[in-house]
């Protein structure tokens, strides 16, 4: 506590500085620095001028106290052997970064301890969100998100017993049937007739 309330202190100093610098109000340098609210183009323009002259970046811990987000999502995954994991957490990570979220991605390797371990990451408030193909959907932790309506977005796994409840809770379910005839199709069709 008195480590976070250090760099807040810290923090309030450049901001400080920032605005002696520029001749701008504090309120001024804030609304800059978060991209909330009018500031004029030359006044911004010299507020991220002395920002760079400074070395000025944003404590992220003060920011997230503020906000009460952290704008990470976690990805839960069983194992990264898979092909299909790559190019899938490659396109979580695009999408996300598109609306200015980051990706923190874990790899429980199918053990329940880790993957319980990082459920309570989760629960400490360190992400905004998860998306899994968690190992077993029927923990403590993983019930308790979900009775808090926390976000989180299932790959291949649904969480029974919630149906008609409020939720924010998503599932993404590949068509194995309709894949399965692809493949077959697929197959079958390079002259294949003994397909396992």
């Known amino acids: ?28 340098v804030s609304r800059t620095i ?24 944003p404590n992220q811990a003060a920011r997230n106290l503020a906000t009460g987000r952290t704008r ?10 898979s092909p299909a994991f790559v190019d899938m957490t490659e396109a979580i990570q695009m999408t996300l970064r598109e609306k200015g979220y980051f990706l923190l991605m874990c790899n429980t390797q199918f053990n329940q301890q ?8 989760v629960q400490s408030g360190m992400l905004d969100g998860m ?41 993404v379910q590949m068509d194995l049937q309709h894949a399965t005839f692809l493949a077959t199709d697929y197959l079958a069709g390079l002259g294949h007739r003994r397909i396992g």
Not at 10 to 24: E, L, S
Not at 72 to 81: K, N, P, S
Not at 114 to 121: F, G, K, P, Q, S
């Open 1 to 28: 506590y008195v480590k976070m309330c250090n760099r807040l202190h810290m923090t309030k100093i450049t901001v400080r500085q920032i605005a002696a610098q520029t001749g701008v109000s504090i309120a001024t």
């Open 34 to 57: 978060n991209n909330n609210g009018y500031v004029q183009a030359d006044v911004r323009a010299r507020i991220e001028a002395a920002m760079r002259d400074l070395g000025y970046l």
């Open 72 to 81: 990470t999502v976690g990805l839960v995954l069983q194992t990264l052997h």
């Open 114 to 121: 880790i993957e319980t371990d990082y459920l309570r990451l």
């Open 131 to 171: 998306i899994t193909n968690a190992i077993n959907d029927t923990t403590t932790e993983m019930r308790q998100l979900v009775q808090q309506n926390y976000p989180i977005v299932f790959i291949n796994r649904s969480l029974t017993g919630i149906e008609g409840q409020p939720t924010r809770t998503g599932f």
